[in-house]
């Protein structure tokens, strides 16, 4: 086995109807129901017009500036996938464009996520195809490797497993364990419920503020 060099077939998948579920739920919401320590970093931004991203992680690891991988990756895709990038943050190359998102699109990729740098704006930026990346650069990539497909990375402290969750809106983008996307669901459509009754408190008799207070109190805060 050259060194460096992988491709692991095989891949899973999270049921359909848990990723459309999560699909349904705010980023924020979900973020909150994972302890608030589930993050891809804020410089991962949508690159798109707008729309929901909720697909199921076919992961790269590359050699910053190199895609030969998210080729391969591109080429390995099915309906539903969502190709994560570990490119370690470098945005000196461009690592996708509009002519390699349109070959991800026709296998049915729903979206990418790179810890890279993304080219072709003008493309990007007025389609609702979900592109998550971390800036922009006109100059390409090259194609050399290495690199790794279907393997765990990390997006600055994000871990993702092949086959979990990949859920973005226009807060950013974050990563649900496959194992805890059930229970996130349920986790995550009760907090929906409490902030609808919240909302509708505000509009009509009030939202009930006696908590602030209450724990400026506890903390010794003076003037309260």
Same mark, same amino acid.
């Given at each position: 086995?050259?060194?460096?060099?992988?491709?692991?077939?095989?891949?899973?998948?999270?049921?359909?109807?848990?990723?459309?579920?999560?699909?349904?739920?705010?980023?924020?919401?979900?973020?909150?129901?994972?302890?608030?320590?589930?993050?891809?970093?804020?410089?991962?931004?949508?690159?798109?017009?707008?729309?929901?991203?909720?697909?199921?992680?076919?992961?790269?690891?590359?050699?910053?500036?190199? !895609?030969?991988? =998210?080729?391969?990756?591109?080429?390995?895709? $099915? *309906? %539903? #996938? @969502? /190709?994560?990038? +570990?490119?370690? &943050?470098?945005?000196?190359?461009?690592?996708?464009?509009?002519?390699?998102?349109?070959?991800?699109?026709?296998?049915?990729?729903?979206?990418?996520?790179?810890?890279?740098?993304?080219?072709?704006?003008?493309?990007?930026?007025?389609?609702?195809?979900?592109?998550?990346?971390?800036?922009?650069?006109?100059?390409?990539?090259?194609?050399?490797?290495?690199?790794?497909? !279907?393997?765990? =990375?990390?997006?600055?402290?994000?871990?993702? $497993? *092949? %086959? #979990? @969750? /990949?859920?973005? +809106?226009?807060? &950013?983008?974050?990563?649900?364990?496959?194992?805890?996307?059930?229970?996130?669901?349920?986790?995550?459509?009760?907090?929906?419920?409490?902030?609808?009754?919240?909302?509708?408190?505000?509009?009509?008799?009030?939202?009930?503020?006696?908590?602030?207070?209450?724990?400026?109190?506890?903390?010794?805060?003076?003037?309260?």
């Amino acid at each position: 086995m050259s060194l460096g060099f992988r491709v692991v077939t095989g891949h899973v998948r999270t049921d359909a109807a848990l990723v459309r579920a999560l699909g349904e739920i705010p980023c924020a919401v979900l973020s909150d129901n994972l302890g608030r320590m589930v993050a891809g970093g804020a410089r991962l931004r949508p690159m798109h017009r707008g729309g929901r991203l909720a697909g199921t992680a076919l992961t790269v690891k590359t050699r910053p500036g190199d !895609n030969l991988m =998210i080729h391969k990756a591109a080429d390995m895709a $099915e *309906p %539903g #996938d @969502v /190709i994560v990038v +570990d490119a370690g &943050g470098d945005l000196t190359n461009a690592l996708i464009g509009e002519l390699i998102i349109a070959h991800a699109r026709s296998r049915g990729v729903v979206g990418f996520v790179v810890d890279g740098a993304v080219r072709d704006m003008d493309a990007i930026g007025q389609d609702d195809f979900p592109v998550y990346a971390a800036g922009v650069s006109h100059r390409g990539p090259y194609k050399d490797g290495p690199g790794e497909v !279907n393997v765990p =990375i990390a997006l600055d402290g994000m871990v993702i $497993e *092949p %086959g #979990d @969750v /990949i859920v973005g +809106d226009l807060d &950013g983008v974050l990563c649900v364990p496959r194992a805890q996307a059930a229970e996130l669901v349920e986790a995550g459509r009760a907090q929906m419920e409490r902030e609808a009754k919240t909302l509708a408190a505000i509009a009509g008799a009030g939202w009930d503020r006696a908590w602030v207070d209450q724990i400026l109190r506890e903390k010794g805060c003076a003037g309260v």
